[in-house]
């Protein structure tokens, strides 16, 4: 069975403070590694990773892939109040077709002013 | 253009009505999927339609229906729901083999009474 595991579950850091999002994968088949913010509603995209090593960054966000270790981190720096959020990672599996994603149970990440 | 859209937002509903959830995406994505999100917990794949044929069932209980009746809409019909159906629905879309890059739509929050 697929698993996908993030670390940690809660976070509550303050504002202008960086931190660091795990997410570690039992897949197989593996195709790619999304990370996705979800405040109130649905989850919004923010990185699509499928080879290691390569950094992904978008402003202050940052995210890179080890296949070997079969791990993620999910990088913000100088962090403000409109971060809150939960962070979701997931993993979509390669078969040819479609597949849904198994997600990670998700870091709740409260910034402080 | 990202969006899928869904309705309606909010439904309450009895155990013995029949209602049904709408989702539509503009996006030429082939794939296009449910989930559902109990409070405080990741989404979890229902059903996944590839080129309007569904390709995923996990395992859902037959009082959720979906239908595919063109590419860009996608339905879940729903009969003698009960309680513990109370939960938020996500459809999400994506290009089967593009590398699974999800999509989501804003979601329905259903409360079955």
């Known amino acids: 069975e697929d698993k996908v595991v993030q670390s940690p579950l809660s976070l509550v850091v303050h504002e202008g403070d960086t931190v660091t999002l795990n997410c570690s994968y039992e897949?197989?088949?593996?195709?790619?590694l999304l990370w996705y913010k979800q405040e109130k509603k649905a989850p919004t995209f923010l990185f699509m990773l499928t080879s290691s090593g390569i950094e992904k960054k978008s402003g202050r966000l940052s995210s890179i892939l080890d296949k070997k270790e079969l791990f993620s981190i999910l990088n913000i720096t100088a962090t403000q109040t409109g971060d809150s959020a939960i962070y979701l990672c997931a993993v979509a599996r390669s078969g040819g077709g479609a597949d849904g994603l198994t997600f990670g149970k998700g870091t709740h990440l409260i910034i402080q002013p | 253009d990202t969006e899928v859209t869904q309705t309606p937002k909010h439904l309450v509903m009895g155990m013995t009505n029949k209602k049904s959830l709408k989702c539509e995406q503009h996006?030429?994505?082939?794939?296009m999927y449910w989930y559902k999100q109990k409070a405080k917990k990741p989404p979890e794949l229902m059903f996944v339609?590839?080129?309007?044929?569904?390709?995923i069932n996990e395992s859902v209980p037959s009082r959720f229906s979906p239908e595919c009746p063109n590419s860009s809409l996608l339905n879940l019909h729903l009969h003698a729901l009960q309680p513990e159906d109370s939960a938020l629905y996500l459809c999400?879309?994506?290009?089967?083999?593009?590398?699974?890059?999800?999509?989501f739509g804003p979601g329905t929050r259903l409360l079955v009474l």
């Open positions: 897949v197989t088949n593996f195709r790619s």
């Open positions: 999400a879309s994506s290009q089967p083999g593009s590398g699974e890059t999800q999509y």
């Open positions: 996006m030429g994505h082939r794939a």
């Open positions: 339609y590839s080129y309007e044929k569904l390709s």
